[in-house]
């Protein structure tokens, strides 16, 4: 005789004992605790429920709703703790594949509410004021950005053979970005093969080819701080990888130079730190960088491209601990109203 086996599901209970509904209540009550489990305070996560609650799909799972907020919070705490689908299945009390679904939907829906908002091209005005801030802080005038590539670590795309395979020998995705001085970035190019060069990723881009096309409001060339010629391009400084045109610079060949060419090099580098910098703060703050992204590429883009508007998003805001972004710790700065009080 066969007795029917009794299987435990432990999707059973999530409205009692899922970690959304056991920890949540108790996470707000605390801005410490809330700061390091969403990386971002509880203004900024009200503030972003607010821009995003419109846009979510009603899901359900075994007739039971999956609220706005919860789906928001799986997919903060899916990017900042690096960890699987699977440990959030069992964290959450929701199946993996629906956790998937979440996450894909809402990396989706944030790229989309905030990059008008976080990553908007620039005006002429706004490339003025980006200039004026990297010649205060780096000491270099006619400065637009800082422009970099990131390799984004993947598990081995199925039937990819060595597309994804870079010059470091392992598997990923290429991240170019153009960052300001105040480690925000103003564009993203996301997708392109890993085993690209960052100077053909960076010209097969759509800022390239704006730029190169006189698209962007970029500002007429002028001369350095207290002279009066030559008159010269503003430009985006750049690495070795790089080839030189009229609005990328890059640091002379390290062989021979004399003191001025080690001075500007010297120079150059202090401003393309920036992007390198943020490119730190970006993979300490969402912990999901530390390891291989066991996902389909197409949800890897949308992930990094989430996680990058996030960062916008959450620095203008909350700010972040410089100090800190090497240790893998990104602790909140003091808002303007916690400072106004102090003051």
């Given amino acids: 005789m066969l007795f029917p086996s009794k299987t435990h599901d432990i999707r059973q209970l999530i409205d009692l004992k899922g970690a959304f509904i056991i920890m949540y209540a108790d996470l707000q009550e605390d801005e410490i605790k809330f700061f390091n489990y969403f990386r971002m305070s509880p203004k ?45 299945h069992y964290l959450y009390r929701i199946g993996i594949t629906t956790i998937s679904k979440i996450v894909r939907e809402v990396c989706m ?33 006619n400065c637009l950005g800082a422009v970099d590539g990131k390799h984004v670590r993947l598990v081995r795309p199925q039937h990819s053979g060595s597309l994804f395979m870079n010059y470091k020998h392992f598997f990923s995705v290429c991240l170019m970005a153009i960052c300001d001085a105040n480690y925000c970035f ?16 960076f010209q097969n881009s759509l800022f390239w080819c704006k730029m190169t096309n006189g698209m962007l409001d970029i500002p007429p060339p002028k001369p350095l701080p207290g002279t009066v010629n030559p ?38 580098t202090r401003a ?49 601990n410089y100090e800190d972004t090497d240790s893998g710790r990104v602790r909140r700065l003091k808002t303007r109203a916690m400072q106004q009080r102090r003051w």
């Fill in 186 to 201: 103003t564009f993203i190019d996301m997708g392109a093969y890993g085993r690209n060069c960052d100077s053909t990723v």
């Fill in 44 to 88: 900024t996560f009200d503030e972003l429920f607010g821009k995003v609650q419109s846009h979510f799909r009603i899901t359900r799972t075994h007739s039971m709703p999956i609220s706005p907020m919860e789906r928001l919070c799986i997919t903060l705490r899916y990017l900042t703790s690096g960890n699987t689908f699977t440990d959030h």
């Fill in 109 to 141: 829906i944030l790229w989309l509410v905030l990059r008008n908002e976080c990553m908007t091209e620039p005006s002429l005005e706004r490339w003025k004021e980006i200039s004026l801030v990297f010649e205060n802080k780096a000491n270099f005038p």
């Fill in 272 to 320: 393309r730190r920036y992007v390198e910098c943020t490119f730190g703060i970006l993979s300490n703050k969402w912990r999901i960088f530390h390891r291989p992204l066991n996902v389909e590429t197409n949800l890897a883009v949308d992930i990094v491209k989430a996680c990058c508007v996030l960062h916008n998003f959450i620095t203008v805001r909350d700010g972040f």
């Fill in 231 to 268: 008159i010269l391009p503003h430009v985006l400084v750049a690495d070795e990888a790089f080839s030189l045109s009229e609005h990328v610079l890059r640091p002379y060949s390290r062989k021979h130079l004399n003191h001025n060419k080690r001075v500007f090099n010297y120079r150059l």
